[in-house]
């Protein structure tokens, strides 16, 4: 050991052991989705908002010829994916940035536009991952208030100071559903310092049938300081390969190149990634069976008497009573013993709430039964 060291380790006996950076033990994990039941023949996972339809049948040929080379890196430009998604949806490819997961995106997001002393905004029922990478940043979360379980552009707006960097919008929202029309986006983005980033994180976008509604490419498209994120998680089914991708001014997608990991989307998944956004059809079949269901679910749970907030995404969120006995709790109790999981929602604000994603049609109508059952 140094002189120095010494000298550090007598003048601060804490100096025994490693220690984290400021405010990160200050950090509440993220906790996901429980995924068992246990002593449950048969389990519907309906907790973290994956597709019942599962992957495009087309992935499968794209993996077969990854498996057969993996001992060679993937592409750490991640091309293929790139174009693929490009191709469909009219972008031009060097805009595009691909990652481990949107996760991973927002992240380094943060960890290239905030330091200590920063602030980022997101508001009250947004995604948990905002504040955990705020503060891995070593910058300050700032929480804002919504209007009916919907993002306010007002006070979104009225929160902004000389130290915000980055404000983060899901649109739509998980959990609630929610959703902020392109003309109140618009609003927002105009009310923002020109330094300020914008982060429309559009992972439930390919769910929303709604005329008013824009996921963000025009905005991005048209200005420097926003970008729009988006996953393959969700209706592509691919959520146990983590792609996501942002979408991007060219200084923003240059500037997060330069922090993000080499190889940090796997050959696998850029393979599969680009097979399954070109499949067109198995995208409208995962659509039909959301709306359907999406509807016919919202419709029989308010028919038994309890509260859903209008959805827009491939989930709801239901709201129980006060009742003792009939609570939040209760009812998840209830649904997991019979095989039902569906997510508690206490760390986004709703104590007494269960999010449920769209699922098969055998566990939509076994959850309203189920429900039917619980409630007399």
Not at 231 to 241: C, D, E, M, Q
Not at 290 to 316: C, D, M, Q, R, Y
Request: charged share 20%.
């Amino acid at each position: 050991m140094t002189a120095a060291a010494e000298n550090a380790l007598t003048a601060n006996p804490a100096n025994t052991a490693p220690w984290p950076n400021k405010g990160v033990m200050d950090i509440a994990a993220y906790v996901p989705g429980k995924e068992s039941a246990p002593g449950v023949a048969k389990v519907h996972k309906l907790s973290s908002n994956e597709t019942p339809l599962g992957a495009s049948p087309k992935v499968s040929d794209a993996l077969a010829n990854v498996l057969s080379h993996l001992e060679v890196y993937p592409d750490g430009a991640a091309t293929k994916l790139r174009e693929a998604i490009a191709e469909i949806h009219g972008l031009n490819p060097a805009n595009i940035l691909c990652g481990n997961g949107s996760d991973e995106l927002l992240g380094l997001l943060c960890q290239t536009y905030l330091s200590a002393g920063d602030e980022g905004i997101f508001t009250e029922h947004g995604f948990l991952v905002y504040k955990i990478q705020i503060m891995a940043a070593g910058a300050t979360p700032v929480v804002v208030s919504e209007t009916d379980l919907t993002a306010d552009v007002d006070a979104i707006l009225a929160a902004v100071t000389e130290r915000t960097r980055i404000v983060f919008l899901a649109n739509p929202n998980n959990p609630t559903g929610t959703y902020l029309p392109a003309e109140a986006v618009r609003r927002l983005h105009a009310g923002l310092p020109p330094h300020v980033i914008l982060v429309l994180d559009a992972a439930y976008a390919e769910y929303v049938r709604r005329n008013d509604y824009e996921s963000g490419i025009e905005l991005v498209s048209g200005n420097r300081n926003v970008v729009m994120t988006r996953t393959f998680s969700k209706i592509y089914g691919l959520a146990g390969l983590r792609i996501g991708w942002m979408y991007a001014p060219a200084a923003i997608v240059d500037a997060v190149n330069r922090v993000r990991g080499p190889f940090n989307v796997n050959a696998a998944a850029i393979a599969a990634g680009a097979a399954a956004v070109r499949d067109r059809a198995h995208i409208d079949r995962a659509l039909a069976h959301n709306h359907e269901w999406l509807v016919k679910v919202t419709e029989a749970i308010e028919g038994l008497g309890l509260t859903v907030t209008p959805s827009v995404g491939n989930f709801v969120l239901i709201h129980f009573p006060e009742t003792p006995g009939k609570q939040a709790e209760q009812a998840d109790a209830y649904l997991t013993a019979r095989g039902y999981i569906l997510r508690r929602v206490t760390g986004y604000g709703f104590p007494n709430a269960l999010r449920m994603t769209i699922g098969s049609a055998e566990a939509n109508q076994g959850v309203i039964d189920a429900l039917k059952q619980f409630l007399r």
